[in-house]
């Protein structure tokens, strides 16, 4: 038996760099884009992967939750490889490309919060509602006015990923941080 320390270090990474992340987009919101659209396509690729691992690990203990996370991380690992890949397209597709991927990484953890509530506890349940209604109500923001979310891009991105990352953080510290 493997003795665990109750941590979620994955999380707890992909936290500190959505946080990173959101702080850098917020102060520099027009500065080094290439640079930023590289690394959001490392962070979509990462969250990607922990969405397909959710999968993996949770599929044949419920319905279709797990399948969203499935669908989420296929999507979110493809638009990560494309923004490495090709980042000056990546600039062009920025107002449509990230309204879709927070709108399927919200879905995808609203689709499981049951499970969350009873792993994690009613704190860690009602953050991350608020957090990923507040993505989700960001998303369809951006995708119906996206010259706006060009405009205000740094600015509301970066709140969102601080957000965000704050939620991993908290879910790395939480009893659900253990499982992972």
Known sequence: ???????????????????????FTFMKPDGTLTVVVVVYGLIAV????????????????????????????????MAGI??????????????????????????????????????????????SLIVNILGLVLGVCMLINPVVSLLSFGVIIGIYLILLGLDNIVMAVSDMGSKW
């Not at 109750?6 to 959101?22: A, D, H, M, Q, R």
């Not at 397909?52 to 669908?71: A, D, N």
């Not at 090709?86 to 449509?96: E, F, Q, R």
Request: hydrophobic content about 55%; some cysteine; glycine content about 10%.
């Open 1 to 23: 038996m493997r003795n665990r320390s109750g941590f979620g270090w994955l999380e707890f990474i992909v936290g500190v760099l959505l946080i990173i992340l959101g702080i």
């Open 46 to 77: 990462i969250t990607g992967i922990c969405d397909i691992v959710f999968y993996m690990k949770m599929e044949q203990h419920m319905g279709f939750g797990p399948t969203i996370s499935l669908v989420s991380g296929i999507l979110s690992v």
């Open 82 to 127: 494309m923004l490495i890949v090709y980042p000056d397209a990546g600039k062009w597709i920025l107002t449509l490309l990230f309204p879709i991927w927070f709108i399927a990484h919200c879905i995808s953890r609203l689709s499981h919060l049951n499970v969350v509530r009873i792993a994690a506890g009613r704190f860690y349940y009602y953050f």
